[in-house]
Antibody
Framework: QVQLVQSVTEVKKPGTSMKLSCKAS????????IQWVRQAPGQGLEWMGT????????NRAPRFQGRVTMTRDTSTGTVYLELSSLRSEDTAVYYC?????????????WGQGTLVTVSS | QSLLTQPPSASATPGHTVTISCSGS????????VNWYQQLPGAAPRLLIT???KRSSGVPDRFSGSKSGLSASLAISGLQSEDEADYYC???????????FGSGTTVTVL
């Protein structure tokens, strides 16, 4: 069965960086883009960016340009999200999700989420 | 400020119908297809509706989506207690060149 398993909870200090992982299984890894979405406490969903797992191309939301890096390892079926210059407003649950083929058809499988707390 | 406007809350009694609206613009709903997600408390979102009105695998036919002009709607008929959740519309925005989520609607079963 399709699964996206994310890394565990992290606590980071302001100004540092984080690198989260999302390991996919149960399907052909390179056939589906992976999206990153975050949710601050008590807030709505916010799209961060997407990675083409086949060629590594990425598309980041404008507000994260320069701070977000997305990479993938096709040998392990894992996608990574790096966010630099962390601030308290980056405290959130970070989700990876698989995108259905067809560009705008939605995200059909989601990871369990990684809680990141940014605090001094 | 989300590019997609949803009412913050909606409610109805069990067995009745609740409808959630999603208002957008010519750069998103006007030209792209709408998806709807359900998020139960403490859980990851779940894809309910794709391509405006197609139910995702395993989604009961009590859930239906529609789109007209610059707005979309999600209707939940035969409301049940387990439908209490947050609901989000979402789609691609050509101006932003990215995916956008609505502000979210909390559905309460009275």
């Amino acid at each position: 069965q399709v699964q996206l398993v994310q890394s565990v909870t992290e606590v980071k200090k302001p100004g540092t960086s984080m690198k989260l992982s999302c390991k996919a299984s149960g399907y052909s890894f390179i056939d589906f883009f992976i999206q990153w979405v975050r949710q601050a406490p008590g807030q709505g969903l916010e799209w961060m960016g997407t990675i083409n797992t086949n060629n590594g191309d990425t598309n980041r939301a404008p507000r994260f340009q320069g701070r977000v890096t997305m990479t993938r390892d096709t040998s392990t079926g894992t996608v990574y999200l790096e966010l630099s210059s962390l601030r308290s407003e980056d405290t959130a649950v970070y989700y990876c999700a698989r995108e259905l083929p067809g560009a705008t058809s939605g995200f059909d499988y989601w990871g369990q989420g990684t809680l990141v707390t940014v605090s001094s | 400020q989300s590019l997609l406007t949803q009412p913050p809350s909606a409610s109805a009694t069990p067995g009745h119908t609740v409808t959630i609206s999603c208002s957008g613009s010519s750069s998103n709903i006007g030209v792209n297809t709408v998806n709807w997600y359900q998020q139960l408390p403490g859980a990851a979102p779940r894809l309910l509706i794709t391509n405006n009105n197609k139910r995702s695998s395993g989604v009961p036919d009590r859930f239906s989506g529609s789109k007209s002009g610059l707005s979309a709607s999600l209707a939940i008929s035969g409301l049940q207690s387990e439908d209490e959740a947050d609901y989000y519309c979402a789609l691609w925005d050509d101006n932003v060149d990215g995916y956008v989520f609505g502000s979210g609607t909390t559905v309460t079963v009275l």
